[in-house]
């Protein structure tokens, strides 16, 4: 499954890079200290230029699970929501709470700034060792639930790099449909 309507917002996975993704905001995998990195960030920065950094001078770094707001400087999208997810150690550390900590807060930072159109890569994933098959399963559950709660989002797109990624999703997104269903019909 690569896309999932919910009421009037939609998730959609696609293959490939976040950086050219024309949706109001594209997500940065970034580091608490907000000060760039490699992988996304690394792709990020380069891609949209000094004005991010800039931007992310001024904020004084970020909290795991938490996201904040810059400029998108010369990328397509307007904006960068900068999130940092958990260093994944064993999955008994918090980390699948902070995880879905940092897509639900990305969607309240872009409700907050009236975008409705949003992409994530996947948080996590990389450098950070969450392993992908949970991590798909708790990001696309996180958006699902926040879309169904009513968020003013229209589009949420999940850009993977690779199609071990993107197969990893659609299955999570098949899983997250029918757990849905099967709460509507309890409902
Ligand atoms: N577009 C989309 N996805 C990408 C791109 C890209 N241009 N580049 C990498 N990815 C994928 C990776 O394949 C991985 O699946 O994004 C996922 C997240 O990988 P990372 O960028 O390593 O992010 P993360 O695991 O969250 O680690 C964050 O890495 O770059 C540093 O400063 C960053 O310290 C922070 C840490």
Redesign the pocket.
């Known amino acids: 499954m690569r896309e999932l309507s919910i009421g009037s917002s939609r998730i959609e996975l696609v293959r490939g ?3 050219a993704q024309d949706t109001d905001a594209i997500v940065n ?3 608490t200290s907000l000060l ?8 990020i920065h380069r891609a949209g230029g000094p004005a991010i950094l800039a931007e992310c001078e001024q904020l004084g770094g970020c909290a795991t699970g938490d996201a904040k707001i810059t400029t998108g400087g010369r990328l397509t999208a307007k904006h960068v929501i900068h999130t940092v ?1 958990p260093v994944y150690r064993d999955g008994r550390h918090g980390e699948p709470d902070l995880l879905a900590s940092a897509y639900r807060r990305s969607l309240e930072v872009a409700t907050a700034n009236g975008l409705t159109t949003i992409a994530f ?8 060792r969450f392993p992908i098959a949970a991590a798909a399963r708790i990001a696309t559950a996180t958006v699902a639930r926040a879309l169904r709660a009513g968020s003013g989002i229209t589009l949420v797109r999940f ?4 199609a071990t ?1 993107l197969a990893a999703y659609e299955q999570a997104l098949a899983d997250t449909a029918a757990g849905l269903q099967k709460e509507e019909k309890k409902r």
């Open positions: 890079d976040i950086t995998a970034a580091n760039g990195g490699g992988g996304v960030d690394g792709a997810g890569p996947s948080i996590s994933t990389g450098a950070y850009v993977l790099f690779s990624d």
